[in-house]
């Protein structure tokens, strides 16, 4: 089997998250085969870790995790039990055989657009955590428009929910009809109602919104609502890669 950055092994061991990772070997606590480890060492199956005086047991990948895009429709919940007896997004996703699906992050029930689900734990925890920063991008309607004085302060300096700060690391307008405009919008927190909370702080009432990529992963034109598309192995390695997670050997030896 081929080395693999420690850092990167130890995350998918469930030891930390790679961030951690990198600040703990470089503070000392990692040891490879005795030796102090450095920040840029690999380690294979043979190789003994120790984090902080304790035996680490490595884990390698050994097969794709499954990823699948589903076009969430206004009215969905994600969630399996739901005592107002509402339509789950999972009645409408396939069996994932000896596993389970697991939504990475997640839309209300007001909101349509892309919602990624996937079998690897460590996968959600890449996306969603608010460590990696990774962007959300929606398409918002409301009625009314910003200003221009309006759009340079949620870029530039944020405004203040009730939960915190809130800043917009993107936005420009996509038109309209009539009183309603379109806005495109790139945040890069999943914080609940967020992106209604931000035009609401302003005056405006989102009439529509629509998640339309994450990350790396945009909604596939060719998808309707209700529809769902399971990703190929290929496709998946590239999600992989992306997310610096471990992968097959087969997939590691080839560019995906």
């Not at 005086?53 to 895009?69: C, E, F, M, Q, V």
Request: charged share 30%.
């Amino acid at each position: 089997m081929e080395p693999e950055r420690l850092q990167k092994v130890l995350a998918a061991s469930g030891v930390g998250s790679r961030r951690e990772m990198e600040e703990w070997i470089n503070n000392g606590w990692v040891t490879v085969n005795g030796k102090t480890a450095q920040l840029g060492d690999k380690v294979t199956p043979d190789d003994h870790v120790t984090v902080k005086g304790s035996i680490i047991k490595l884990k390698w990948a050994d097969r794709l995790p499954r990823i699948i895009l589903y076009y969430k429709q206004e009215g969905e919940i994600v969630s399996r039990d739901d005592p107002q007896g509402r339509v789950s997004i999972f009645d409408r996703l396939p069996q994932a055989a000896s596993s389970r699906w697991v939504a990475i992050g997640r839309l209300d029930i007001n909101t349509s657009g892309l919602l990624i689900l996937t079998t690897s734990g460590e996968l959600v925890q890449r996306f969603a955590h608010p460590s990696f920063e990774v962007e959300r991008e929606y398409a918002v309607r409301v009625l009314g428009g910003l200003t221009g004085e309006q759009m340079r302060v949620l870029t530039e300096e944020g405004v203040m929910l009730e939960d915190g700060l809130a800043k917009v690391e993107r936005i420009r307008e996509q038109g309209g009809e009539g009183a309603n405009k379109w806005y495109n919008v790139v945040i890069k927190e999943g914080r609940n109602r967020e992106v209604r909370r931000i035009f609401e702080s302003q005056g405006l009432t989102v009439s529509r919104l629509v998640r339309v990529g994450f990350g790396p992963i945009g909604l596939p034109n060719r998808l309707k609502r209700g529809q769902f598309y399971e990703l190929n192995p290929a496709e998946v390695a590239n999600i992989l890669k992306w997310a610096e997670m471990l992968l097959p050997g087969e997939y590691r030896r080839k560019k995906a």
